[in-house]
């Protein structure tokens, strides 16, 4: 898979200029390349312990969905 930091990389040695990590990812979406994914799953993967951890930890991690009350960023309190 490609990331921006790797392509910067190669368009500074062979144009020999810098490159922001954003303004590749621009340039190389522009050009048309998207998010590059596997073809396959690595043959790591433990689809068991993916599943006991998703019962488990993520009904902690999980936003709520609730947003948070409205507030002001002023620091006096309301006459």
């Not at 522009?30 to 596997?38: D, E, F, K, L, S």
């Amino acid at each position: 898979m490609w990331t921006a930091a790797r392509v910067g990389t190669p368009i500074g040695r062979k144009f020999r200029l810098s490159c922001s990590v954003s303004g590749v990812t621009r340039l190389l979406h522009r050009m048309g390349c998207g998010v590059q994914m596997p073809a396959r799953p690595a043959a790591e993967r433990d689809e068991d312990a993916i599943t006991a951890w998703r019962e488990a930890a993520w009904q902690e991690v999980e936003p709520s969905g609730r947003r948070p009350a409205r507030s002001s960023a002023s620091r006096t309190e309301r006459a």
